[in-house]
Every structure is written in C-alpha cells, then in structure tokens.
C-alpha cells in the first residue's frame, strides 16, 4: 500500500508542470479606453489587441482581465505566471519583470482648464500646482521623484472628473502620439494640453517566474508582429 501510494506521489509530482503550464498565464490591465476597456464580459482595446496578437503567435494560454491599476501592478510583481500590460519601462523597474515589446510609445503631458489660460514651459513651472495621477503609476513616481505635488486616485477615469471640478490644477496624462483620446468624452475642449514632459515606451510585463522560454517565444512574437506593422505602414495599407 506504501509503495502504491508513492508510486501515486511521485505520477501526481511529475504531472503538475504539465498542469501549470496548461493553465497559462494570467494577464492583468486597466480600465483606459481606448487601450483596454471591458466590451460586456470582454476586454477590449487597442493595446489588448496587441497582447491577444503576441499571444496567439506565441501559442501561449492565457486569461485577460482588467483591475485597479495599483493592485494589477502588485499582483504582476508577487504571482508567478502573471503579466501586466501596458508598463513603462523605467530603469527602476527593470530587474523586477521579463520584458515583451514594445507595445506602443507614450508621450507624458500635463493637461489643465481651457478656462484658466495656464502657460507652462517646463515641469518647474508646476510647482505648487496640485497633479492628478493614478497611484503606483510611473508618472505618478517621475513627478514624485521630481518634487511636484500629486493627488494619486486609483483609476485613470477619475482625474478629469477631478478637474472639472477644480479639485486638482493639472491631470498627468499617458498617450500615444497623434491619438485622441478624449473625442466624445464630457470634457472634450474643456481640458487642454500644456506640456509635454517625457516620452516613453510602454511594455507587457511578466513576473521573473515566467518560465524564460514563454518569454521568449511572446518577445519574438511581439519582434514579428512589429515588422508586420512596419510593413504595412511601408505599403500604404
């Protein structure tokens, strides 16, 4: 009874890689349209589009879903066979994921009331001016390190409301160059753009315990699904 129950053991212990991996992995985001939105019980988005396409060209299981962005990031950082998306790449962040990109580009910009006529020519004119961020974000950390003063709300969506309502000065916002983010939105010429103040790389980041092939193999997948890009955009397409 002993041996066959070892026997049990040991068949039970050399299965359970198999069952993990066919588990897949777990990707966490947040509530930004356009980049990741909840379409009824689906994540949509421009950015959850690409991570479906490296994905898929990986050949890697996988489940989506959105969260705060402060407790996604956390979850990225503490559970194995988790990825976050869309991430800036900082140099403080470096050693703590496996990196797959880039996603997109980003540009930094401090937005304000139309109504208010602000003038700003560089970050040291904010000073004393209260920004809106979300907690855990890497603007939130640049502007922190920076000195300004921020007033961090766990979703993005949050900070316009905050503006309008003259409850902040300013709302840090991430976007993709040329995109338009805000047609169609309450505050749509409400809210202008005042200064732009880094440009970056955003990036799906996975836990340091995903296994380094799955990385790899989403990194090639991220590599091809860019030349297709390039190539279409050669092509006129």
């Not at 379409?39 to 959105?66: F, H, N, P, Q």
Request: positive net charge; glycine residues 6%.
């Amino acid at each position: 009874m002993k041996q066959a129950s070892m026997a049990w053991l040991l068949a039970v212990t050399l299965l359970m890689p198999v069952l993990v991996a066919a588990a897949g992995l777990r990707i966490v985001g947040e509530h930004l349209p356009p980049a990741s939105m909840m379409e009824g019980d689906v994540v949509v988005g421009r950015e959850t589009a690409k991570v479906r396409d490296i994905m898929a060209r990986a050949g890697i299981a996988y489940s989506i879903e959105l969260l705060p962005w402060k407790r996604a990031y956390a979850q990225a950082l503490r559970e194995p066979d988790t990825c976050i998306f869309s991430t800036t790449r900082t140099q403080e962040r470096e050693a703590q994921f496996r990196w797959i990109g880039p996603l997109n580009e980003a540009e930094w910009i401090l937005y304000g009331l139309v109504e208010q006529h602000r003038t700003l020519h560089t970050l040291a004119d904010a000073r004393g001016l209260v920004i809106g961020t979300v907690l855990g974000d890497a603007r939130d950390d640049y502007l922190r390190q920076r000195g300004l003063s921020v007033a961090p709300v766990t979703q993005e969506w949050l900070n316009p409301q905050k503006l309008l309502l003259g409850r902040i000065d300013l709302w840090a916002v991430s976007m993709a160059p040329g995109s338009k983010p805000f047609a169609g939105k309450e505050w749509q010429g409400k809210v202008e753009p005042l200064l732009t103040f880094n440009r970056v790389q955003t990036y799906l980041a996975c836990n340091l315990k995903v296994p380094e092939a799955q990385a790899a193999a989403m990194q090639r997948a991220a590599a091809a699904m860019q030349r297709d890009a390039s190539m279409l955009r050669e092509h006129g397409r």
